[in-house]
């Protein structure tokens, strides 16, 4: 899911290298049928602080989806700025995979959201939810609200936050390289975290560590399906456990737009999460050399997107970014 400061450890899988079954559609999901290992046809299943629903997203919402997503412009981000160096003895690294950020855009050189001190200068106000992606993500609040123990909701708690990850393979030289994994870690946002997966199905597990580079204790493994839901929260799988993604599957055949250079997408994860509002600021707001940092993204990003062209030029105008 998400992408984040492996802790303790990132831990890989190098799945298959075999190519997609012949005659796969080039984006889009297989029909299920092809696929007897799914779970789809379960039904929603959950356990205190745990929800996964295998079908979540209808045929007509994941077409809407994938006509969206084609729009897009992902972006691959270093993991390191001048404000935020590598440590002693690292260097400068690309992210695994390319992303794209919803609701606020949380810069890996701005070393994400991590209360209670990394709170200031994190978040940057970014595109608003497409309307499929608002009403799913509505019906997940109301989900959590109905299941989840009210002691694990906090106050103002809304998913007003979405990294989009994508995964698939790096292609370097004409090889492939999968990239279709996640290493250990734990999203620090408060509250519960909704996940969307699309495409084909991922291994995800809670894992406990006891220190940097101990075997991880699998607590509970969960496939992923295409167009499932997962929903987590509560003392037992935020704050004692970590997830990962162990290795995306190549069953289905599936493919996925944008086209990105360099980069071939078989599943795309949405994970919704919770930052308070007072704590995601407009571009124009950050710091000057918090703003310095993430400015050559900006750049990037605002030819394709109307909303970062604004945000870009309020910025170098120093004039208030009027909310989207």
């Not at 704050?239 to 599943?267: K, M, N, Q, Y």
């Amino acid at each position: 899911m998400s992408a984040r400061r492996p802790q303790p450890r990132a831990t890989g899988y190098r799945a298959s290298q075999k190519p997609g079954r012949p005659g796969a559609p080039p984006y889009g999901g297989a029909d299920r049928t092809a696929r007897p290992w799914s779970s789809a046809s379960a039904g929603p299943r959950n356990r205190q602080g745990l929800y996964y629903d295998p079908a979540y997203v209808s045929e007509t919402d994941d077409r809407e989806i994938r006509e969206w997503l084609a729009t897009l412009h992902p972006i691959w981000e270093e993991r390191y700025s001048s404000r935020n160096p590598p440590p002693p003895g690292q260097q400068q690294r690309r992210l695994l995979r390319p992303v794209y950020w919803l609701g606020n855009w949380q810069f890996a050189c701005l070393d994400y959201y991590h209360p209670p001190q990394g709170i200031l200068n994190r978040c940057v106000a970014a595109e608003p939810y497409p309307a499929v992606l608002a009403r799913l993500v509505a019906r997940a609040e109301e989900i959590t609200r109905k299941r989840f123990s009210p002691a694990d909701i906090p106050a103002g708690w809304h998913l007003n936050t979405c990294l989009v990850n994508f995964y698939g393979d790096r292609i370097e030289e004409g090889r492939r390289i999968d990239a279709a994994r996640v290493g250990e870690h734990k999203d620090f946002e408060p509250g519960p975290v909704a996940s969307i997966s699309l495409g084909e199905r991922a291994l995800f597990q809670f894992v406990r560590s006891a220190r940097r580079g101990d075997q991880a204790d699998v607590v509970h493994p969960q496939w992923l399906d295409d167009r499932s839901l997962l929903i987590f929260g509560g003392e037992q799988w935020k704050s004692r456990t970590f997830h990962r993604v162990l290795r995306v599957d190549r069953r289905a055949g599936c493919r996925f737009a944008p086209e990105i250079p360099g980069f071939e997408t078989r599943r795309v994860n949405f994970t919704f999460r919770f930052v308070p509002d007072e704590h995601i600021v407009p571009l124009a707001e950050l710091t000057p050399d918090a703003r310095a940092d993430v400015r050559g993204y900006i750049e990037e990003l605002a030819p394709y997107s109307a909303f970062f062209r604004d945000a870009l030029a309020r910025a170098d105008a120093k004039l208030p970014e009027r909310a989207p």
